[in-house]
DNA sequence: TCTAAATTTGTAATCATTACAATTTTATAA
DNA sequence: TTATAAAATTGTAATGATTACAAATTTAGA
């Protein structure tokens, strides 16, 4: 992935901080938090402030080149891949992976009285290696 | 829908300010947030503060007569529906509405690395009111 | 090199939510 | 009925995430 160019075509101008934002984002399949981009890149990015962390992000939404993932209501998480999938969350470990999923399996009675143009879905439950753990 | 006794067999005591929280939530299916509920229930209950919206909700969600519906990153909905359903977002005029949805359709490769016990559908897009609109 | 525009940054403001202690209400037993 | 304890409600203050905004820095072009 040749992430200045894929800034550029997105009509983003890469900086340092856009270019390691959105590297660590796709790199970073758990879909990391605010504080947890910021947290992890202000080691590279010493002059690095929160406020950028949170303009880039919203740059890039804009752009279309990243979405939120609201799994739960009192954390936003940020995902790079734009490719059509679900999300899962373990309850007992925390950790959110990607799920590959069919949307257009989905079927609905009241497709006539509107026009979708996004689906998010979320799913929580129990990951394996939690499960298979002995309390 | 006899609230007091619904209330009752899922172990929460029947106040009056949880009486008509609970039935405030399931008349409107519109899904407030918390501000709602507060401003639409104020006029009938005086002495109403914003933290027993917040306290009995959370009491609701504890005992599984309600859920969150967190469509969108920046507003948490409430939803007295228990029963399986997704959720459609307009993105035009704001209104949050109930979709029939099979969820036991959706397929997903992954089926043996977790199990999952909750299920999020969010759509965006149009509702047929605005789409016939002329602006 | 100079200047203007864009980007980044830090601080302060805002807003939703939670913590907590005081008050009020409810339930129980004398 | 009255007294007492427990439960529920309330208001205020604290917290924490996000946004607003203005100053500083960097970048791009003349």
């Excluded at 900086?15 to 790199?27: A, G, T, V």
């Excluded at 981009?37 to 804009?62: Q, R």
């Excluded at 739960?72 to 790079?80: I, K, L, P």
């Excluded at 007992?92 to 590959?100: A, H, I, L, S, T």
Aim: proline content about 2%; aromatic content about 8%.
């Amino acid at each position: 992935m040749d992430f200045i160019n894929h800034l550029t075509s997105n009509n983003i101008k890469p900086s340092l901080q856009r270019i390691k934002i959105f590297e660590y984002l796709y790199d970073n399949r758990e879909h990391p938090t605010v504080d947890t981009i910021y947290s992890d890149l202000v080691g590279d990015i010493p002059t690095l402030s929160k406020t950028t962390v949170y303009n880039t992000l919203k740059l890039f939404i804009d752009n279309n080149i990243t979405s939120t993932v609201t799994i739960e209501d009192n954390e936003v998480r940020y995902d790079a891949i734009m490719e059509e999938h679900a999300h899962f969350k373990c309850e007992k470990c925390g950790n959110v992976q990607d799920v590959e999923i069919d949307v257009s399996a989905l079927k609905f009675k009241e497709k006539n009285s509107f026009k979708v143009e996004k689906t998010n879905i979320y799913l929580k439950g129990k990951c394996n290696k939690c499960l298979n753990k002995i309390n």
